[in-house]
């Protein structure tokens, strides 16, 4: 139950991420805003750590950072940028797909049938939003090829994590991966962030921070399976989010809205099967 619970508030805190991140960009820039997102989560998370200290065990970490939120958090920067936050949160959804699919075959984690149900369901409304036809001129499709690789880099963090999680504290760990990752958008933009970048994605990056120590912590409590799934109901909060927050350039419609349902819908499938 304690993994369930960290990771419907992990993505809580990643969904309100995401339309955070929409509200602070500015231009074409995505290395300098995703380096901007990361420092501040780096901040969070190492004062999280301070609490709980493990040092010793969080070198593997760092590789696993170089994936996500390193090329992760640039691409999924980009495609927030080119097709809108509400559209790459239910794309980013469709993660626990190859997630469940790497944990079966590399972690030898069980297979259920409802497992195999939420997961499909989940990946039936990241379908749902590549057939959408409606979308608004400004919003570009290149985004939710983006936001679909960075899915796939969050798959493979995620089995990292939870195969190397004996070896740290989950805060230690959290803030090793965020480290990682400010090296590889620093080398990707060869530039600091400016005061006013900083400013602008500081909300993003302490909501970022947030959902990260949730996270891991929830895979040190928890199977991929299990959190993955429900960590993809971040759908939900970056639809709902960006409805309410950022309606006029969204274009939230009846497709997209079906879309984060049936990503929800498989995420309390398999939340339900777990407690």
Known sequence: ??????????????????????????GREAGAAALATILTALVVALIAAAFRPAVDGAWPFLLAGLIAPGASQILFTLAIHETGASRTSVTV????????????????????????????????????????????????????VYALIAAVLFATRDNLVRALHGHATPETAAAA??????????AWTRRAPTRGEMARLAPAGVLFGLSYVCLFAAYFHGNVTVVSPLVATESLWGVALSALLIRHSEHVGPRLLAGAALVVAGGVVIGLTQT
Do not use: C, K, N, Y
């Open 93 to 144: 959804g469709t993660a626990p797909l190859f997630a469940v699919a790497i944990a079966i075959v590399f972690l030898d984690e069980p297979v259920s049938a409802p497992l195999i149900a939420g997961a499909l369901a989940i990946v039936g409304g990241g379908v749902l939003l590549a057939a959408e036809r409606t979308r608004p001129a400004h919003l570009r499709r290149i985004g939710l």
């Open 177 to 186: 991966t965020l480290l990682a990752g400010a090296i590889v958008a620093f």
């Open 1 to 26: 139950m304690t993994a369930v619970l960290l990771a419907v508030a992990a993505a809580a805190f990643f969904g309100a991420m995401t339309v955070a991140i929409r509200l602070g960009l500015r």
